[in-house]
């Protein structure tokens, strides 16, 4: 590749980098509901290999799943309201057990003055307009709902306009070693976007078990709760395991008012996370991931910045596409390699 190619490619970057960031509200739902798609066709596939439902014709399959995702959903809603209201009802208790841990770190740093729980709310709830919050939240749910309707939508039609891609693909590329080509990478970006969500959801499950029964050993409240929290962000490479834990943690050290009990917590929580990324995440990925993680952390950063939350969540599955699209062509073929963890693409 020449400087100038180079140039140009580099201008592409930004370009392309550009349109997603100011094309978010455009592109981001129609990125999402091609992810869910995925998992409906993954989730699909799985339910054709048993025989009670080989006979069914796709349609119902797909329903069958959507229903089983739908109640899934509403659990995991009810659980969530049933133990923040739980959470909530227990503030008093928090609050005192935060003010005697506030003056056993006061105690250990030698400072004379020991907050009070006034001199905190002065300084943290105090300054907080409820009434902007209030707004501020009314408006993220009603933004949030809007959202979920139009990815929903986008899903359907996703749904309903797969049985002609390959006929309209056929038409696009008349040459058939060209169409041959483009069905190859579909394929593969098929296989790696499926094989990447069902596995990684597998090992978020496989994490929140161990997290619940942790937790319940620890006697922490409110265990459900936090596993599902915990397998949840854990879809967030890095980022999401310590966030999981430290949440926990906070919790913990709240609700008992101890040291000690919060950092049985801590090491507890800490190494089933490391079992789960170090022992169990590598052999499982590595069919189906073959990403360097400087480059995880790196697609990380890249697609956090350009879509937020929901861009951390998908950054592993894009770069993966990104890289096969690239692979597909000579000219970009060693920008794949040195992403890739030993070189193979």
Known sequence: MSVRELFYALMLTVLIGWLLSIGQSIILPVVIALMLAYVLFGASESLARWPLFRLLPFWMRYLIVLVLIGLATVFLGLVAIDNLRSIAASAPTYQQNAIKLVGQA?????????????????????????????????????????????????????????????????????????RGAAQAIFVRINRQVVTYLSTKTMINVLLAVLSYVIMRFADVEYAVFWALMIGLLNYIPYVGSFLGVGIVVVFVLLQSGAWQHAGLALILLTAAQVYVGN?????????????SPLVVLLSLVVWSNLWGVLGAII???????VI???AAFPRSRFVPVLLSRNGEI
């Open 106 to 178: 006061s105690a250990m740093i030698g400072l004379q003055d020991v907050p009070t729980w006034d001199t905190l709310r002065e300084l943290t709830v105090d300054r907080i307009d409820i009434g902007s919050v209030s707004l501020n939240l009314l408006s993220s749910v009603a933004s949030i709902s809007g959202y979920v309707v139009l990815v929903a939508t986008y899903v359907l039609f996703i749904l309903l306009e797969r049985g002609t891609f390959g006929q309209k693909l056929a038409i696009i590329l008349s040459d058939g070693e060209e």
């Open 279 to 291: 022992w169990v995440e590598p052999r499982l990925m590595s069919r189906s991931l073959n990403l």
């Open 315 to 321: 950054a592993v599955p894009m770069t993966s596409i």
């Open 324 to 326: 096969i699209i690239l």
